[in-house]
């Protein structure tokens, strides 16, 4: 499972963090287009994902594994096919369907498969994997990238191949699969974790988190760019992250696990934020990148495990899958709307305050987190 991880994180983050330069740069399509694009794919991503998260409920997760990663092996590399705006929303609505299978039910899956009392340290487990992975992928890309598209198309077709391959190999045989405590029908499976007034109240505040991540895997790379940096530097940087990520992101969840995952989070946003901020107000295009990826690590390493922790600890017996699509829903409308938002704001005001109005919605929410997160760990 987390080979499967390892794989897919390298084979998708190696061509995903600059195909925003491609579509802008070499495709010619103007960076608003390209945002509402990526929202697109994220919006389908989203509204999918509770409904495969409930079905694999039902049906278990290993078939819907496999069909979504050979769905991706297709789709993924299909970008070079891209030319006009038409094109690049069919492959976003295409692309985002396959992955509201993986995310959900893969993040079920794991779930499935730790000790209660244990995830949010498998969590983290995994997530110091994918960020290893982040490293070995996105570092080497930004050199191809310089030189031609086509290589990584096509690793990143092999990569998801090799990851089907891995899911058929390694689940075999009965896999633990958590009962509901009552029947209900597909449906209402679909939508439970909406009618949890304790789960949308966690969503409606912790949504910055993957905007943030949004900002760093699809704004940075532009913002960067506009700035006078090229795409081998732009990877070199954000390889930096990863490599704290991974460092330090399962002692930290080792450590803090016994407190539960609700209760840093309030810090972890107020880290994000900071972060932000220094994207925008940090002189010299280089530093600025550098500094504001760097403090942007000290967060992650909390909120990585700590939020899909606290989904899990808020979904009743049967429903996780259903939760975590639910939270895929979350997660993908914030990820996806960041380039389309920080477009929007960019255009008329200047790139900084795009980071800063990021940056002033992420303390809001850190306060939030704060002051309720007793309330969080009583309901959970």
Not at 62 to 83: G, K, M
Not at 206 to 231: C, D, K, Q
Not at 336 to 361: D, F, N, R
Request: aromatic share 8%; glycine share 8%.
């Amino acid at each position: 499972m987390v080979a499967a991880s390892f794989i897919a994180v390298a084979a998708r983050m190696s061509l995903v963090q600059f195909l925003g330069i491609y579509f802008v740069h070499r495709a010619g399509i103007d960076v608003t287009t390209v945002g509402l694009a990526f929202l697109c794919e994220n919006v389908a991503r989203g509204l999918a994902a509770p409904l495969f998260g409930a079905l694999s409920d039902r049906l278990g997760r290993r078939a819907l594994l496999i069909a979504a990663s050979l769905v991706t092996a297709v789709v993924l590399p299909a970008f070079v096919l891209v030319h006009d705006p038409v094109a690049l929303f069919a492959w976003s609505l295409a692309l985002g369907t396959a992955g509201a299978i993986n995310i959900p039910v893969s993040s079920a899956l794991l779930l499935d498969l730790a000790p209660p009392e244990r995830r949010q340290s498998v969590l983290a487990l995994n997530y110091t994997t994918m960020s290893i992975a982040y490293t070995l992928g996105v570092v080497p890309a930004g050199y191809i990238a310089e030189r031609g598209y086509g290589i990584l198309a096509a690793a990143s077709a092999a990569g998801y191949v090799l990851v089907a391959a891995l899911y058929f190999a390694a689940l075999r045989g009965p896999l633990p699969l958590e009962k509901a405590a009552a029947a209900a029908g597909l449906l209402r499976d679909t939508l439970t974790a909406f009618a949890d007034r304790r789960f949308a109240l966690f969503a409606a505040i912790a949504f910055v988190f993957p905007l943030s991540m949004g900002m760093l895997v699809t704004v940075t790379p532009l913002y960067a760019t506009a700035r006078g940096l090229g795409e081998s530097t732009i990877g070199v940087v954000l390889g930096a992250n990863s490599i704290l990520v991974a460092s330090l992101a399962l002692p930290v969840a080792t450590r803090i696990e016994a407190q539960g995952p609700f209760r840093l989070l309030g810090a972890a946003a107020a880290i994000i934020a900071l972060a932000l901020a220094c994207f925008a107000l940090i002189p010299g295009a280089a530093a600025g990148l550098l500094v504001g990826t760097v403090v942007y690590s000290f967060g992650e390493v909390l909120f990585s495990s700590a939020v899909p922790a606290g989904v899990a600890r808020l979904a009743p017996a049967g429903r996780r899958g259903a939760y975590q699509g639910a939270w895929t829903l979350v997660a993908s409308l914030s990820l996806g709307s960041a380039l389309a938002l920080s477009g929007a704001i960019s255009k008329p005001l200047g790139w900084p305050s795009a980071w800063l109005a990021c940056a002033a919605l992420t303390l809001v929410a850190a306060v939030a987190l704060h002051f309720l997160r007793p309330r969080f760990a009583s309901l959970a």
